[in-house]
């Protein structure tokens, strides 16, 4: 088990912009897919987007799509979310790791991140 850290999490009004980012210093991002995963308080974990290891692919939950943008940076061992048009519905704490599930599936990845120490808060507000 490895521990990546995601940044840039704050409070920001609806409909601005935010620009998360994640490393880790343990291994290297390249061989893998990545995503992201939120979770708001009272729902479950969500799959917010994932891109191929090339970076080639991505992909979107319904609820962020043409809003949020996922990207990547092998060299610098990074993977990005940029946050347009932010919705107060956006409000969660941010995860980052690859797009393979645990068992129990999406809904167990947030509650494993969290034990981890990993994830960034992101506040929209009205």
């Known amino acids: 088990q490895v521990r990546l850290a995601e940044f840039g999490g704050r409070t920001v009004q609806a409909g601005g912009s935010l620009r998360l980012s994640c490393t880790a210093s343990d291994f290297a991002f390249s061989p893998y897919g990545m995503a992201w995963y939120r979770q708001a308080p009272g729902k479950e974990c969500e799959l917010v987007a994932q891109?191929?290891?090339?970076?080639?692919?991505?992909t979107y939950a319904s609820s962020v799509k043409g809003r949020f943008s996922i990207s990547r940076d092998d060299v610098e061992n990074e993977v990005h979310l940029q946050m347009n048009s932010l919705e107060p519905e956006d409000t969660a704490v941010y995860y980052c790791n690859s797009d393979y599930p645990p068992p129990g599936g999406v809904e167990r990845m947030c509650d494993l991140l969290q034990q981890w120490g990993q994830g960034t808060q992101v506040t929209v507000s009205s």
């Open positions: 891109i191929t290891s090339g970076g080639g692919g991505t």
